[in-house]
Nanobody
Framework: QVQLVESGGGLVQAGGSLRLSCAASGRTFNNYAVGWFRQAAGKEREFVAAIMWSGRNPNVADSLKGRFTISRDNAKNTVYLQMNSLKPEDTAVYYC?????????????????WGQGTQVTVSS
């Protein structure tokens, strides 16, 4: 059973940085994709970034490029989301998701496994 545990969320002032971690366990993750999504209050869940477990094809949402970066550490079975120059509109619950994939999915429906989420709040 795949388990995903997010950590690293919290309260930060606008302009600050946070690094979210997604620790994966329960199987080997060859040919898996891991994605980050976020959901603000009253809004739909939206794609943030994704990466193949091999490290290939990192993809960040166009609106977040230049501020957000996704990476992984296979030795630690962990995927990271580095968020810089945070804005109040980045406030949301951030979710980690995983799925077996050949092509990197960017829609929530493309993922089978989800973490519990971690709250990120950016104050102005």
């Amino acid at each position: 059973q795949v388990q995903l545990v997010e950590s690293g969320g919290g309260l930060v002032q606008a302009g600050g940085s946070l690094r979210l971690s997604c620790a994966a366990s329960g199987r080997t993750f060859n040919n898996y994709a891991v994605g980050w999504f976020r959901q603000a209050a009253g809004k739909e869940r939206e794609f943030v970034a994704a990466i193949m477990w091999s490290g290939r094809n990192p993809n960040v949402a166009d609106s977040l490029k230049g501020r957000f970066t996704i990476s992984r550490d296979n030795a630690k079975n962990t995927v990271y989301l580095q968020m810089n120059s945070l804005k109040p509109e980045d406030t949301a619950v951030y979710y980690c998701a995983a799925t077996f994939a050949i092509v990197l999915p960017t829609a929530p429906t493309g993922y089978n496994y989800w973490g519990q989420g971690t709250q990120v709040t950016v104050s102005s």
